[in-house]
Structures are given as structure tokens and as C-alpha cells.
């Protein structure tokens, strides 16, 4: 039986289970890390030492152009027209161009918006269409619409392509959207 002071304590035995890696009576007995990591200093800053070369050495080793390479397979075709509304915009510019596009190969789908004065095309390849076909396909597009150029109205200036910058037709969607209807 121990021996109990007059508070009621156990005497001290020199080591704690805290002290000794081992948990408490009152959580169950169970590992104490951070005891253990108090009471092993020098092989916690050994490890953390190991770690932070072999982390610097890591980052050195890392490759320089592991982003893959990718090919943006949309176009916009866009055409003005001052003075035109919303439906002659759509009637006769935009459904001309579109039958055209219907055409090409490897053709995903035609997104077109129109507004007064102004119509955006866009053009999406599908995603099967080979990248290095991407560049003969614009010059496709690019004279399938010149072919039809006598067939629309005088006045209408373009159709202007941008196969370099996907933002385009995003951007004057949310011109148009923000006070016309």
C-alpha cells in the first residue's frame, strides 16, 4: 500500500508519466508525443534538421516545364454591323456563318450571340481533334467565312478572328448583358 501525505497526495517517485513519455492515469495510459519529443531533443531537432535538407534538396530536384503543354480549341468569329438590330444581327450575319462552320470537321458546337450592331460566333473544336490540326482548322474557318463575304449585307465589317484570346467573347457578353435586353 502507498504511503499518503498529508494532503492526501502520493509522495513524488522522481518520474512523472509525463515526464516519462507515457500518458497519464487519466487519459488511459495511452503514447505521449509531446512529452517524449521534450524528452528526446536532440533526435526531434535531428529529424526536423533531416527534413528541411531533404526538402530543400527536393525542391532543387524539381523540373522546370512539368506543365503539360495544351492547345485551346476555341475560336471567336465577330462581325459588326452600326446600325443593324438584335434580329437582323442573328438573320443575316450570324445564321451565314453558322451554315458555314456546319462544315468544318471535328466541330464541337457554334455558340453565337448577338446584339444590336454586333455579332460573336464561337467556335469549339471537339476535344478528340488532334492539336496539331488546330492551326490548319483556323485557316479553315478563316476561309470558309471569306467565302461567304459577298453574301452578306453591305456595311458589315469583318468577320474579325480571334483564335489567341478564349476571354474575347466572355468579355462582351458582359458588356451587352449589363443594360440591354
Do not use: C
Request: glycine fraction near 12%; aromatic fraction near 8%.
Amino acid at each position: 500500500m502507498t504511503e499518503e501525505t498529508p494532503g492526501g497526495s502520493r509522495p513524488e517517485t522522481g518520474e512523472t508519466p509525463e515526464r516519462s513519455g507515457e500518458g497519464s492515469p487519466r487519459d488511459g495510459g495511452g503514447f505521449n508525443l509531446s512529452a517524449w519529443a521534450i524528452n528526446h531533443r536532440a533526435l526531434v531537432l535531428f529529424l526536423i534538421l533531416i527534413l528541411g535538407i531533404g526538402g530543400l534538396w527536393s525542391y532543387t530536384q524539381l523540373g522546370r516545364a512539368e506543365d503539360p503543354s495544351f492547345t485551346i480549341k476555341t475560336m471567336v468569329v465577330s462581325a459588326r454591323w452600326p446600325g443593324a438590330t438584335t434580329l437582323e444581327m442573328q438573320s443575316q450575319v450570324a445564321d451565314e456563318i453558322e451554315k458555314k462552320l456546319q462544315e468544318l470537321p471535328h466541330l464541337e458546337r457554334l455558340d453565337t450571340y448577338s446584339q444590336p450592331g454586333a455579332s460573336f460566333i464561337q467556335v469549339t473544336l471537339s476535344d478528340s481533334t488532334p492539336p496539331g490540326d488546330v492551326k490548319d482548322l483556323w485557316y479553315q474557318v478563316r476561309k470558309k467565312v471569306g467565302d461567304i463575304g459577298n453574301r452578306l449585307p453591305s456595311g458589315v465589317l469583318g468577320p474579325f478572328y480571334n483564335d489567341e484570346y478564349f476571354g474575347a467573347v466572355h468579355d462582351h457578353r458582359r458588356r451587352a448583358g449589363s443594360g440591354s435586353a
